[in-house]
Every structure is written in structure tokens, then in C-alpha cells.
């Protein structure tokens, strides 16, 4: 059940950009100001259903808390911004290698904020992944700032969740998220509207519809990685991540037809390198943890083990 969940989830995020294609002609900021307060609109039903309303003013009342959830606020609205506006603009690929860019540099967070120290192979997945960003600037002749954006803005809101994660669960921490972008949501499709300038009420029902479908598509997948995570080991779950991106490369390139010269494959192969050996990686340390964890019951005795 839960790796069915975590397929659906991330098939769920992998087919994102075909919604978003379908939002024509809302801009991006009329997109994700509607994400926003539907977003609210569902998980407020849903917390409802499930009797944890009380969740949310909880992640609310705490100031550290609620501080922590403002700043992931804003992060995931920049991160959701980037995103719908490379969808719409003609860069799907370039959305797909921000999440295959994403493990990297948690990575790198992790050295630079956690003050982790990395294993040797890490090191070498980052320098990879440094080189193949240089290929594609090169090659392309422009820097690929929709993926480094969105890679490092969600990896930034990753790591304040996991700071968060022990005392919000992910659909309260999303609720207090969209609540709290919710005023400044509300206020700019109050201007567009007053304006002439919005969608929602101008091209028909059906797209009114299809804007507020988007607080389901992203709730949905929300509560059903939610429920994956707690079922499977963090092994799994770290290979499932890979699937979305995978998805919307294809759906960059058989969908949408982007072009894909030859220096862009040779970025994202190495890309695909530093992601083949970080994976390696993970799974010899957890492997290492697991026997010495395993020797450390037999023997009743600690286990010595520093896989980094």
C-alpha cells in the first residue's frame, strides 16, 4: 500500500505540467495566487474530515513555529512561481532538471548549514553535478536559472521542514503555509479583478473550474506522500523522488517538443551520473548501518558506525 501511494504521489507531480498547460491564459502569479487559496480551501475541508482542524491553529500559535512555516511559505510560492512560469514559458526540461539538481544540493546544505561532513563519493556526485550545470550554460549559452532556482528554493524549504517536521505534520504544515500566503493570494486577485486584468470569471466556467481544481492537485499527492513516508523506508522513498523529474523531462520532450541539443544531453547525463552515485552511495551507508545495527543486538554491545 505505501509504495503504491508513493508511485501515485510522485506520477501525480510527474503530470503536473499538463495541468499547468491547460491554465492558459492565466499568468503565473494569477495561477499560484489560486493554488493558494484553494490549496487552503481543500485542506481545511480535508483536516475537517479527518477531526484534526485543531492542527492547524496549533502550527499557528507557536511563534518559532509559525516564523519557520512563513519562511517555507515563501520559499514554496517562489519555488511554485519559477515552476508554473517555466511550464507556461516553454521550459519544462529546465523545470525537470531543477528537481534532478534538488539532491545535490541538499548535499550541499548539508555541509554548509548542518555542518555535516560528506563521504568522499558525495563530494565527487557535487562536483558532477557543478560540472554538468557548466556544460549546459556553456552549451546553451545562457545559465539554467529556472532549475537552480527551483532547486535551491525547494531545498531550502525541505530543510526547514525537516526543522519543523517533528511537531507539524505535512497537510497541518501546508494548511499554515497557504493560510499565511493566503492575505497577499486574496489581495492580488482582488486587484486583477478590479482591473480587468484576471481569468477566473472571463473565459468561461470551464477554466474557473480548472483553477480551482488546484488546490486538489496539490493536496492529493501531499496527503498521499504523507502516507507513503511513514509506510516506507527512506531508502524507497529517495529512489521515488527521481520518478516526478523523469516525467516531466519526457513530458518536456515528447509533449511539448522542447529542443534538445546534443551539449544538453551530455548536462544532463552527468547530472544523471551524480544522481546514479549519490543513490549508490546512500544505499551502501544504510546497508553499513543496518549489519553493524543487526551485529550491535547479537553481540549486545553499541554500534560503531560513521557513515560519513
Given at each position: 500500500m505505501g509504495l503504491a501511494l508513493g508511485i501515485g504521489a510522485y506520477l501525480w507531480w510527474g503530470a503536473l505540467p499538463l495541468y499547468l498547460a491547460t491554465l492558459a491564459p492565466a499568468q503565473p502569479a494569477e495561477i499560484i495566487a489560486h493554488r493558494v487559496l484553494w490549496?487552503?480551501?481543500?485542506?481545511?475541508?480535508?483536516?475537517?474530515?479527518?477531526?484534526?482542524l485543531k492542527a492547524l491553529g496549533q502550527a499557528l500559535r507557536v511563534p518559532r513555529t509559525a516564523a519557520l512555516l512563513g519562511l517555507a511559505a515563501v520559499l514554496i510560492a517562489a519555488n511554485w512561481t519559477v515552476y508554473v512560469f517555466g511550464v507556461l514559458a516553454g521550459h519544462v526540461i529546465d523545470a525537470a532538471l531543477g528537481y534532478f539538481i534538488n539532491p545535490l544540493i541538499t548535499v550541499i546544505l548539508a555541509v554548509f548549514v548542518l555542518s555535516e561532513r560528506l563521504r568522499p563519493v558525495q563530494w565527487i556526485a557535487v562536483g558532477i553535478g557543478a560540472l554538468a550545470v557548466a556544460v549546459i550554460t556553456a552549451g546553451i549559452g545562457r545559465f539554467p536559472w529556472i532549475a537552480i532556482t527551483l532547486a535551491v528554493t525547494f531545498g531550502v524549504?525541505?530543510?526547514?521542514?525537516?526543522?519543523?517536521?517533528?511537531?507539524?505534520?505535512?497537510?497541518p504544515g501546508m494548511?499554515?503555509?497557504?493560510?499565511?500566503?493566503?492575505?497577499?493570494?486574496?489581495?492580488?486577485?482582488?486587484?486583477?479583478?478590479?482591473?480587468?486584468?484576471?481569468?477566473?470569471?472571463?473565459?468561461?466556467?470551464?477554466?474557473?473550474?480548472?483553477?480551482?481544481?488546484?488546490?486538489v492537485v496539490t493536496a492529493v499527492p501531499l496527503v498521499a506522500f504523507g502516507a507513503a513516508a511513514r509506510r516506507l523506508p527512506l531508502s524507497i522513498v529517495g529512489l521515488l523522488q527521481y520518478l516526478a523529474p523523469v516525467l516531466q523531462f519526457l513530458a518536456g520532450l515528447l509533449v511539448f517538443h522542447e529542443p534538445m541539443p546534443?551539449?544538453?544531453?551530455?548536462?544532463?547525463?552527468?547530472?544523471?551520473?551524480?544522481?546514479?552515485?549519490?543513490?549508490?552511495?546512500?544505499?551502501?551507508?544504510?546497508?553499513?548501518t543496518r549489519l553493524a545495527a543487526h551485529g550491535a543486538s547479537l553481540t549486545g554491545t553499541p554500534p560503531r558506525v560513521n557513515p560519513r
Open positions: 490549496s487552503v480551501a481543500f485542506c481545511v475541508i480535508l483536516l475537517t474530515l479527518m477531526r484534526n524549504y525541505g530543510l526547514i521542514k525537516n526543522r519543523v517536521g517533528r511537531d507539524v505534520a505535512a497537510l494548511a499554515a503555509e497557504t493560510t499565511l500566503l493566503a492575505p497577499v493570494a486574496l489581495g492580488y486577485l482582488g486587484w486583477l479583478a478590479a482591473t480587468g486584468r484576471g481569468t477566473f470569471t472571463t473565459d468561461g466556467v470551464g477554466h474557473a473550474l480548472l483553477l480551482m481544481a488546484a488546490g546534443a551539449v544538453r544531453w551530455v548536462g544532463f547525463g552527468l547530472v544523471w551520473l551524480a544522481l546514479a552515485l549519490l543513490t549508490f552511495d546512500a544505499l551502501r551507508a544504510a546497508r553499513t
